[in-house]
């Protein structure tokens, strides 16, 4: 059995007054996508916030051997840990270049870095001619695709991947998913993703966990879940 | 009247409006930088550059030369900046926009006062930092220093440029002030590069200060106050979170207000400063977003 690369212990987090994780428990294995399902306001996004840091949290987060639990968004990510948030968080103003830049922004390897942009390149080819071209400008499923690009530049030991299929449309979820696969089987790359389209998430991941209102309520590997109709019926609603 | 109009002085003029005006550009990128990190207007910078140029008075009078005592002057402010923004600005960093305004007009009075305190009143003035003898450029005399305080300003303004443009540093900064949230999660220290953007607009309002001080028989702790105006009239006509904005608007606005100046006889010298209260309100009515800024537009 590999180690677990990422380790959540009883993890509470709360914004203001309200809490919106309830003692969450979950582990992604190296070179494992793990999925995270769940209604609206079960407290998917906010698992990811947990663990980058971007949200108050308590409990234990173990990332490669080190608690990060009390670490700032910044040294999370400089662990090697890859945030694509809701809503992509694409710099705007920035070139499309610009962006990728920054997904590089704390490693000090040049050659590493050049040798990444080209790897990046070959997943999404079509990166290189809008080089130059404002971020913002870009559709919704080339500012995913772009995220998922930059995260990829960080060279990092676990992409947290949130809603990737948000406000897209099916056949183009479909090919992030499909490069996310390709990411994971070719090089191993360990991903916990968050996603509301049950159908996408258990295709590309090989466990799960189901979230109802702050705590995990099933876990388990994705074809038994998917296959489980009461699972289906009162959690995912469908 | 119309065939004995002075082309010279047409000339002459614009040159002299185009000097006061890079002065009040490089205040104005100050401003702007401030702005498009932090998102409010820093009333406290043109206080700021005045105590800057204050130091640069006691280097000189401790027997430095103007130049060594402008760069050097550049570094101290530049700390100077990062230190505001730890100690006043941090604490606030994530507060409502008004209690910042708030804070850096309680910054105003704070760096004022303490000029005050530190240097007595007296007869001061800043030795100039390029020859007063004119020069001929096509048969019409300009001032040195007035070409050189354009020279000066521009390059304040285009290493800055070069800097953002072109480090690694200065593009985790402009990430850092286009999205905080996610800069954050590429590993960018924000709260750091919001410190840095105070440094550099401190060091930029260090420059303009120093370069507005010899230029005056003598000056005291009010130095920059009609600076900074002008400086935020240009900004605003510029386009309040565009450095290139700021730097061609506070041009034009300085040419603009010499020309009137020289040329309607009422205006004189003593009206000056409402012509570019009149430039604000003109542009705040017509293009709020100034000549170069951006209509924010939000997707939702």
Known sequence: MPEALLELEGVEARYGPVQALHGISLEVKE???????GANGAGKTTTLRAVSGTVRRGGEIVFAGKRISRRSPEAVARLGVAHVPEGRGTLTELSVRENLRLGAYVRRDR???????QRVLSYFPWLEHRAGQRAGTLSGGEQQMLALARALMLRPRLVLLDEPSLGLAPIVTAEIFRIVGELNEKEGLAVLVVEQNAAFAFEASARAYVLEVGEVAVAGSSDELRRNESVRRSYLGY | MLLAFDWTQLAQQIVIGLASGGVWA??????VLIYRSTGVVNFAQGEMAMFSTFIAWSLVHHGLSYWAAFFLTVAISFVGGVAVERVVIRPVESAPVLTVVIVTLGLFFLVNGAARWIWTPEVRSLPNAFSTRPIDVAGVAFSIQDLGNIGVSLAAVGLLWVFFRFTKLGLASRAAAVNPEASRLLGVRVSWMLALGWGLAAGMGGVSGMLTAPALASFDQNLMQPVLLYAFAGAVLGGIDSPLGAVVGTMLLGV???LVGTYVDWVGTE???PVALAVILGVLLVRPAGLFGRVSVRRV
């Open chain 1, 31 to 37: 070179g494992e996508v793990v999925a995270v399902l």
């Open chain 1, 111 to 117: 050659a590493g870095v050049r040798e990444d942009e």
């Open chain 2, 26 to 31: 490089t205040l104005a990128v100050a401003l």
């Open chain 2, 271 to 273: 009206l000056r400063l």
């Open chain 2, 256 to 258: 603009l207000v010499n």
